[in-house]
Nanobody, 123 residues
Framework: VQLQASGGGLVQAGDSLRLSCAASGLPFSNYGMGWFRQAPGKEREFVAAVGRSGVITHYPDSLKGRFTISRDNAKSTVFLLMNSLKPEDTAVYYC?????????????????WGQGTLVTVSS
């Protein structure tokens, strides 16, 4: 199983960025997908999750309205659109796949993890 995250980079505050995570080696439509992030010196933080069909989504209150998760099961890819980025959004962003949970915010419920993509937001 491989989860390949991409799309990170250096942006300015207020910009938008879309991350992608391409999955292979698993029946993608059978997995709930999530995004997490980890800033230097901080714990991994839940960012967004989407159910198997893409209808159910879940966000922490702090990110609702700015971040949008979506998926394309035909392409085995999950996306994270981030708008109005802030310097505090700077982190490594990880995608993850959960076989038995949909739209979960707990890292322990995810079975597979990608390698992460770095997002840096300058002020």
């Amino acid at each position: 199983v491989q989860l390949q995250a991409s799309g990170g980079g250096l942006v300015q505050a207020g910009d938008s960025l879309r991350l992608s995570c391409a999955a292979s080696g698993l029946p993608f439509s059978n997995y709930g997908m999530g995004w997490f992030r980890q800033a230097p010196g901080k714990e991994r933080e839940f960012v967004a999750a989407v159910g198997r069909s893409g209808v159910i989504t879940h966000y922490p209150d702090s990110l609702k309205g700015r971040f949008t998760i979506s998926r394309d099961n035909a392409k085995s890819t999950v996306f994270l659109l981030m708008n109005s980025l802030k310097p505090e959004d700077t982190a490594v962003y990880y995608c993850a796949a959960a076989r038995y949970y949909t739209s979960s915010e707990s890292p322990a419920t995810y079975d597979y993890w990608g390698q992460g993509t770095l997002v840096t937001v300058s002020s």
